[in-house]
């Protein structure tokens, strides 16, 4: 089985400044993971998602994250964040059926001017 | 390229009643997962149809099924409504990849209010 833990409900920051979202999971197979973000009153939108390959990758919006076996993290940064990445952000994971999706219970990012 | 589309937008219904939720892929995909996300929670995967069977089944009583069309559009029905029914329900597309379902397209929702 697999879970996702994010370690922060809601982090304020300032505008222009770097922010870091944390992420951990737990599998006992192969995972794959993913990021997505949720303005008010819409549906989920992909911002990254690691299969394999380069550990750093890169999404929409100036998003990256970083995938770490050993720490079984994938927390996800912006160097500068704008008034318009405040939304809900959710880490998922998903096992190498890749049916199932386990979303963490996700973390509100606000940007104050 | 349509995306996910969703129906209704917003429903309204009281204990003990029955509701159809609906839900059409993104063009080209073939899969669709059904995910209940509660309020100031994350989604919580209800059920995944592909090829018109359903393939896995997160952890939700028999109140709530689906069907899914030759189409591939899919439908969720939930059976003598609870107030703890009440939330965002999220459709969600996809397709077969060289590593599996890699990455779930989402719809805007139906949000559901039960009274």
């Known amino acids: 089985a697999q879970s996702v833990t994010q370690l922060d409900s809601q982090v304020p920051v300032f505008e222009e400044a770097p922010v870091e979202l944390r992420c951990n999971y737990s599998?006992?197979?192969?995972?794959?993971l993913f990021w997505y973000v949720q303005y008010p009153n819409q549906g989920l939108q992909l911002l990254l998602k690691?299969?394999?390959?380069?550990?750093l990758v890169k999404g929409i919006n100036g998003f990256e994250a970083e995938f770490n076996k050993s720490q079984t993290s994938f927390h996800l940064r912006k160097p500068s964040v704008h008034i318009s990445d405040t939304a809900e952000y959710f880490c998922?994971?998903?096992?190498?059926?890749?049916?199932?999706?386990?979303f963490g219970t996700g973390t509100s990012l606000t940007v104050i001017p | 390229d349509a995306g996910v589309t969703q129906s209704p937008t917003h429903l309204i219904k009281t204990r003990g009643q029955q509701v159809t939720l609906r839900c059409s892929p993104k063009?080209?995909?073939?899969?669709v997962s059904w995910y209940q996300q509660a309020l100031g929670q994350g989604p919580q995967f209800i059920f995944q149809?592909?090829?018109?069977?359903?393939?896995q089944r997160g952890n939700f009583p028999d109140r709530f099924s689906g069907h899914q069309f030759p189409n591939y559009s899919s439908e969720l029905n939930v059976n003598a409504l609870l107030l703890g029914d009440s939330a965002l329900y999220l459709c969600?597309?996809?397709?077969?990849?060289?590593?599996?379902?890699?990455?779930?397209?989402f719809g805007p929702g139906t949000r559901l209010t039960v009274t």
């Open positions: 690691y299969l394999s390959g380069s550990t």
């Open positions: 998922a994971v998903t096992g190498n059926t890749g049916n199932q999706f386990y």
């Open positions: 149809y592909y090829e018109e069977e359903e393939r």
């Open positions: 063009s080209g995909h073939d899969t």
């Open positions: 969600a597309s996809s397709l077969l990849g060289t590593v599996g379902w890699e990455e779930q397209y």
């Open positions: 599998s006992s197979v192969s995972v794959y």
